[in-house]
């Protein structure tokens, strides 16, 4: 199936670990983005990247580094995790320049404890 | 910078009501506006993508409108069904950034 597929689903963790999720999309897009809801369920940008450019959202603490091999993935870097970051994380993707819509994974649940 | 407002913030409603639901955006140069569906502990799922030279989409019992001028987006909902409970979402992408914002969403229960 044609879709942006994330891992894990789940993943609780301790404080003060490093942390990867993993986003592949198989659409053709060449931008993909990571997403953050809190728990208020407000979704709040993190990082936008295409092979030209990484756009990052200056509030995002420099723990939370974006990885991509290659355009189908982007991968979310997260080291000595916080409670604070407990949230659900999205991957998204698109066709560059705009206008074109997205689409979205189907979130993984990060849980600090 | 944009700012996506959602009004209203929660709705329940009974079975077999038609829906609007209100979407506000500060910054008219938008390139889209998308509307989401999420449903409790999963993903977005793409509802309807109004493009900036469009004024309208529709699909099954869904419409929505877009009206730049005045920075307003509404998702008509006819004939509201119990599966439509979930929150909806709205995103608007603005010129030159190509990064959508959202609101913060219309959570909606349609009881029986």
């Known amino acids: 199936d044609t879709a942006v597929s994330q891992t894990p689903k789940y993943l609780v963790t301790q404080m003060g670990n490093d942390k990867s999720i993993k986003c592949e999309q198989n659409?053709?897009?060449?931008?993909m983005y990571w997403y953050k809801q809190d728990s208020k369920k407000f979704l709040k940008i993190m990082f936008s990247?295409?092979?030209?450019?990484?756009?990052i959202n200056e509030t995002v603490p420099n723990r939370f580094s974006p990885k991509s091999p290659d355009k189908a993935h982007l991968n979310l870097h997260i080291n000595s995790l916080e409670l604070g970051d407990s949230a659900v994380y999205f991957c998204?993707?698109?066709?560059?320049?705009?206008?074109?819509?997205?689409?979205f994974g189907s979130g993984t649940r990060l849980t600090v404890v | 910078k944009q700012e996506v407002t959602q009004i209203p913030a929660a709705l329940s409603v009974p079975e077999g009501e038609n829906l609007v639901l209100n979407c506000s955006f500060t910054?008219?140069?938008?390139?889209?506006l998308q509307w989401f569906r999420q449903d409790p502990g999963k993903g977005l799922t793409s509802l309807l993508l109004?493009?900036?030279?469009?004024r309208e989409q529709t699909s099954g019992r869904l419409n929505a409108s877009l009206d730049k001028s005045s920075g307003r987006s509404t998702l008509y909902i006819a004939a509201s069904q119990p599966g439509d409970s979930a929150t909806y979402l709205c995103a608007a992408e603005s010129g030159g950034s190509y990064i959508p914002t959202f609101g913060r969403g219309t959570s909606l229960i349609v009881h029986p």
């Open positions: 990247y295409n092979n030209k450019e990484l756009i």
């Open positions: 109004i493009q900036s030279s469009q």
């Open positions: 910054d008219s140069a938008i390139y889209n």
């Open positions: 998204a993707s698109s066709e560059t320049g705009g206008g074109y819509g997205y689409t």
């Open positions: 659409l053709g897009h060449d931008t």
